[in-house]
């Protein structure tokens, strides 16, 4: 015996909101990558980011700011840039 072909309820469009909501948010729920950053650099790899009396940006190691010496402590602008070698 032939069976009569299933009708099943249609899906409207009450049906669907949900089923889109769903769609749309799953790849935002387990598909995150997890980055923890972990100092991987050694010391002497860190850099610090200095600026120039020129306005120039400079990478220093951190190592090498540890090493140095403060030869003189409040100074003005215009002694430095003299101690320097620029002309005001």
């Not at 009569?4 to 249609?10: A, E, S």
Request: charged share 30%; no cysteine; net charge positive.
């Amino acid at each position: 015996m032939a069976q009569p072909p299933k009708k099943g309820k249609p899906i409207s469009r009450r049906g669907i909101l949900p089923l889109l909501g769903t769609s749309l948010l799953l790849p935002l729920l387990g598909y995150s990558k997890n980055e923890d950053k972990t100092e991987t650099e050694t010391p002497e790899e860190q850099y610090e980011t200095l600026l120039k009396p020129d306005g120039t940006v400079v990478k220093v190691k951190v190592t090498a700011l540890k090493k140095s010496k403060v030869v003189k402590k409040n100074i003005p602008n215009s002694t430095f840039l003299q101690w320097l070698g620029k002309k005001l």
